[in-house]
């Protein structure tokens, strides 16, 4: 991020520091810290670097476009700066080209210091990010770093997040589940691959085809080196489609694992995703087009005729870009719904969508009379594009629905969510009907058999959700659990569907003493507020019969869920070193659960089910996503007999 940078971008900057953590070892700059007490609960935090040659490092209590050159920020409102940073070292200052004013700053040695208050007790260490800019006369470069400076008197940390007692590896039963990376990987694919199919049918994409295959074929005197000529085509948008996960590998080496599932519930990203998806869905509309700069499209439309392979691969790129206003909503859904799985799973969407998109072309090389088969393109497609933009709306829903439910600001409860689903249903219906007319509609003139068949499918859809507003026992729709907020999520004072449901405790220490009391096995439940398959197990699995029987009565149960941003008290709040060996800042409960999931049972994904002793013996493999309530409870049953089994 070593650029030049405008007055512009330097709050969008500034944002981006707010979400994302960088490690000291990856800055320029190398800073010491220390803290020095200056009475009760008043401390001086002190900071100094030597300075990088050939740089200059602003000075801190300046502010250039609404951007302070140096922010200390805390993640605790107990914490209070006092007054500003008092700066000393050899200073200069010249007038900025860049801001046209007179600025501070430092090209050697320079020390920090300033005065907080901390309100309550006063932990062991302080953690806090120090934001500051340097540059080099016309540069103007961000750079943030973590710290975790120790307090004289404090109170040491005792989260406790690696546990020594718990084996993964060699659990006393072999019951549960080896792995479901492979299994994931395989439906994400196939996620892919079905979503580019529906890009294929797009007006972006579909009249590509003939004109493409005709275009290999025909320039081509020999007819086989026009198919391979196609099938490299469709092989380079494959390789395209791919090629833009790589960077998620590269990051995966230098980022925690808990990085791709925080992108899921970060609440402002989540945010973020809501707008960007509604965009998509106006422009699915028709009242503008995403589209990639057209520099990129002439470039790469300019090297297509250039040498054999290159000049294919260059064809390829030229329609990745020509056809983003159509397929770049569908795989950015794709994606987004899969980020927090990790790099891998990205690839494999990517993959699947490449594959979708790259096969027809070969295909009707090989066999060009398959052409004639092809509908002619036309106003359907259109009718396509405005039916996506509505699914679109609905997925935005979804987003706002994930940042309400971990932030339970109360805004998207239950029915709501329901009501605006029925609500885009019922519209996309109107549309098909021709009583609702965006820019490009068509007007109806008659009813061809693919309009009826999609609105009789969305009315059974609006048909289907509409319980779903009621509080009675047929409000729950289990065919989309998971996707509309929880049964208890609710806007009635008094649901039915809550009356008798089992909540877990969510305290890992209560659970532990209660179940040395009890007797009893724990059952630990790693979940989250925006899991989708977390809700799914919940409505679907967990109030079978058997399966509730035994959770009341034969374990105790603690649902630990991993996106819970609630900050732990300051006293509770530490670094951790994991195993392995990086600095993990624990913060909000969240963090503690979501490293305590990977420390112990080596899983970033939720749900995930693991049965302990209480005194935290692994007695099972661990369990994931069991949508078979038979399995379920043979994996329950079995962490029931080898719990009396040991203590016998």
């Given amino acids: 991020m070593r650029g030049m940078f405008t007055k512009g971008p330097i709050l969008f900057l500034t944002i981006i520091f707010s979400i994302c953590s960088f490690s000291q070892d ?76 007179t600025v501070k700053v430092y090209e050697g040695q320079t020390e920090w210091k300033i005065p907080i208050r901390i309100q309550g007790t006063v932990p062991g260490k302080l953690q806090g990010k120090l934001s500051y800019f340097y540059g080099n006369n016309d540069t103007y470069n961000p750079e943030l770093i973590n710290f975790n400076v120790p307090l004289e008197g404090g109170v040491e940390a005792t989260t406790k997040i690696k546990i020594a007692s718990i084996d993964i590896k060699n659990p006393v039963s072999s019951c549960g589940d080896d792995d479901t990376a492979d299994k994931s990987i395989l439906s994400i694919f196939l ?3 079905i979503g580019g199919l529906i890009a294929l049918l797009t007006p972006c994409v579909f009249p590509m085809i003939p004109v493409t295959v005709s275009y290999f074929t025909n320039k081509s005197h020999n007819r086989n080196r026009g198919i391979t000529n196609a099938v490299l085509y469709g092989l380079f948008i494959f390789f395209i489609y791919v090629l833009i996960t790589i960077p998620f590998h590269l990051a995966s080496d230098t980022i925690s694992p808990e990085i791709f599932n925080n992108i899921s519930t970060n609440v402002w990203l989540n945010l973020l995703f809501f707008a960007v998806f509604v965009l998509f869905a106006i422009s699915f509309f028709g009242y503008f087009e995403i589209g990639l700069p057209s520099h990129f499209a002439n470039k790469a439309h300019s090297r297509s005729g250039h040498g054999s392979i290159g000049g294919i691969f260059f064809m390829a790129g030229t329609l990745a870009i020509v056809s983003f206003s159509c397929t770049g909503p569908i795989l950015g859904t794709l994606l987004v719904g899969v980020a ?40 359907w497609m259109t009718d396509l594009k405005v039916v996506l933009g509505f699914i679109e709306l609905a997925l935005a829903v979804k987003f706002l629905s994930n940042a309400d439910l971990v932030k339970q600001w109360g805004l998207l409860k239950r029915e709501v969510f329901m009501g605006l689903w029925i609500l885009i249903a019922l519209s996309t219906v109107f549309y098909l009907l021709g009583k609702i007319k965006f820019p490009h509609s068509r007007r109806v003139s008659k009813f061809s058999f693919r309009r ?56 890992y220490d209560e659970a532990l003493t209660r179940a040395g009391k009890e007797n009893k096995p724990i059952l630990i439940d790693f979940t989250g507020w925006a899991c989708v398959n977390c809700r799914r197990m919940e409505e679907k699995v967990w109030t079978d019969r058997t399966v509730d029987s035994l959770m009341r009565n034969e374990f105790v149960v603690v649902s630990l869920y991993v996106d819970e941003r609630r900050n732990l008290p300051l006293s509770e709040q530490t670094v951790d070193t994991t195993s392995s060996g990086n600095l993990k800042s624990i913060v909000t409960v969240g963090d503690k659960w979501s490293t305590f999931q990977t420390e112990n049972f080596g899983a970033t994904s939720q749900p995930q089910y693991a049965i302990i002793s209480s005194d935290q013996v692994l007695l099972t493999k661990t369990k994931y996503y069991t949508p078979d309530s038979d399995e379920f409870i043979e994996w329950l049953q079995c962490g029931i007999d080898t719990y009396k089994k040991i203590k016998k």
């Fill in 452 to 507: 009826i068949v999609l609105i009789i499918i969305f009315t059974a859809i609006a048909v289907y959700l509409l319980p779903g507003l009621t509080n009675t026992r047929s409000a729950n729709l289990k065919s989309i659990s998971g996707f509309p907020p929880p049964l208890c999520y609710t806007v009635y004072k008094h649901p039915v569907n809550c009356a008798e449901k089992y909540e877990p405790i969510r305290d």
């Fill in 191 to 193: 996620l892919g691959l």
């Fill in 26 to 101: 990856t800055s320029l700059y190398k800073w010491e810290y220390s803290s020095k007490k200056t009475g009760e609960g008043n401390f001086e935090l002190i900071f100094s670097t030597k300075g990088v040659n050939n740089w200059q490092l602003y000075a801190p209590n300046q502010e250039f476009s609404g951007v302070k050159t140096v922010e200390l920020t805390f993640p605790d409102s107990s914490i209070i700066i006092e007054r500003a940073f008092i700066d000393t070292g050899v200073s200069k200052k010249f007038i900025s080209p860049i801001f046209e004013t």
């Fill in 340 to 379: 927090e799985q990790g790099a891998w799973p990205l690839t494999a969407g990517a993959a699947g969508f490449g594959i979708a998109l790259g096969l027809p072309f070969a295909l009707f090389a090989m066999f060009p009379n398959w052409l004639k088969s092809l509908p002619k393109s036309g106003g």
